[in-house]
């Protein structure tokens, strides 16, 4: 496993040691004790999640207020640009923001930790996208900025129009929005 840092230190991209050959590939996706080893991250996940998404689909930004969820992302088929914002008032890259191209033959992870948002647009045709979450899931928690905040500035895939759910659409900008502290 090789870890890559990036502009935000919490946020970390994971590269997985994969064996292939001619008939396919072997990857360990997920070992609790390697992972703490490689990234120092103790995370006892509670939850998986999978959704597939359309071309052109975007999912987020993301997080639940109280209960906040760290997450390992990945894709396992079809490619998406994903990104993680910082939201903890009390952070020095608080309000910023990095992404990394996620994809079925790159087979990179994407680690999110708890106090940031969360979101992704599909690249592919379609995209199957698997992560494991540090909290259950609480509706009642759950909030969103919307994607496009000139505040946060995130630079998405042009030449798509995103697709948003109403909620996603609806999200409030990043200066209205509650954070973490």
Same mark, same amino acid.
């Given at each position: 496993?090789?870890?890559?840092? /990036?502009?935000?230190?919490?946020?970390?991209?994971?590269?997985?040691?994969?064996?292939?050959?001619?008939?396919?590939?072997?990857?360990?996706?997920?070992?609790?004790? /390697?992972?703490q080893e490689k990234t120092g991250i103790e995370a006892d996940f509670v939850q998986d999640n999978h959704s597939r998404s359309c071309r052109g689909v975007l999912r987020g930004l993301h997080y639940q207020i109280n209960q906040?969820?760290?997450? *390992?992302?990945?894709?396992? #088929?079809?490619?998406?640009?994903?990104? $993680?914002?910082?939201?903890?008032? #009390?952070?020095?890259? &608080?309000?910023?923001?990095?992404?990394?191209?996620?994809?079925?033959?790159?087979?990179?992870? &994407?680690?999110?930790?708890?106090?940031?948002?969360?979101?992704? *647009?599909?690249?592919?045709?379609? $995209?199957?996208?698997?992560?494991?979450? /540090? @909290?259950?899931? $609480?509706? @009642?928690? @759950?909030?969103?900025?919307?994607?496009?905040?000139?505040?946060?500035?995130?630079?998405?895939?042009?030449?798509? /129009?995103?697709? *948003? #759910?109403?909620?996603?659409?609806?999200?409030?900008? &990043?200066?209205?929005?509650?954070? !973490? !502290?």
């Amino acid at each position: 496993m090789q870890v890559i840092q /990036t502009d935000i230190p919490d946020v970390l991209i994971i590269e997985p040691q994969v064996f292939g050959d001619d008939r396919g590939f072997f990857m360990e996706s997920y070992n609790r004790r /390697t992972l703490q080893e490689k990234t120092g991250i103790e995370a006892d996940f509670v939850q998986d999640n999978h959704s597939r998404s359309c071309r052109g689909v975007l999912r987020g930004l993301h997080y639940q207020i109280n209960q906040p969820q760290g997450k *390992l992302v990945r894709v396992i #088929s079809g490619e998406v640009f994903d990104v $993680a914002v910082d939201l903890r008032n #009390s952070s020095a890259t &608080f309000g910023k923001w990095t992404g990394v191209h996620l994809s079925e033959t790159n087979k990179r992870m &994407f680690w999110v930790p708890p106090g940031f948002g969360h979101g992704f *647009l599909v690249l592919s045709n379609s $995209a199957d996208f698997l992560y494991k979450a /540090t @909290e259950f899931y $609480a509706p @009642e928690h @759950e909030r969103a900025i919307i994607w496009n905040d000139p505040d946060i500035g995130i630079v998405w895939p042009e030449n798509i /129009t995103p697709e *948003l #759910s109403v909620k996603d659409a609806q999200a409030l900008r &990043f200066k209205d929005a509650e954070v !973490y !502290y």
